[in-house]
């Protein structure tokens, strides 16, 4: 089995900055490929923010390149997601995303809880 397992979200004013991690975790994937983080607001659908594959090539959505930066550890098992300057328009439950390569070789995409992100003052 694979999980991912998220954290850093909460409650931030304006201008502020958060911090996201993602650990995945578990005895059945062979490798890791790409990691991300989607986001979903109120009443609105899912939505890419960034991702990065194993290789560390970085995609960040064009909404908020310049304030977010995602990032990987050097075990390719965590990811993490920097936000800074933080707008009210920010607020969104953030999800954790991966590709997983099982140990059987079959390609699976998993998805972390979510972690709530509300920016206010």
């Known amino acids: 089995q694979v999980q991912l397992v998220e954290s850093g979200g909460g409650l931030v004013q304006p201008g502020g900055s958060l911090r996201l991690s993602c650990a995945a975790s578990g005895s059945a994937f062979r490798r890791i490929n790409a990691m991300g983080w989607y986001r979903q607001a109120s009443g609105k659908q899912r939505e890419v923010v960034a991702t990065?594959?194993?290789?560390?090539?970085?995609n960040v959505a064009d909404s908020v390149k310049g304030r977010f930066t995602i990032s990987r550890d050097g075990a390719k098992t965590t990811v993490y997601l920097q936000m800074n300057s933080l707008k009210p328009e920010h607020t969104a439950v953030y999800y954790c995303?991966?590709?997983?390569?099982?140990?059987?070789?079959?390609?699976?995409?998993?998805w972390g809880q979510g972690t709530q992100v509300t920016v206010s003052s």
């Open positions: 995303n991966a590709d997983f390569t099982l140990r059987t070789y079959v390609g699976v995409e998993g």
């Open positions: 990065i594959t194993d290789g560390g090539t970085t």
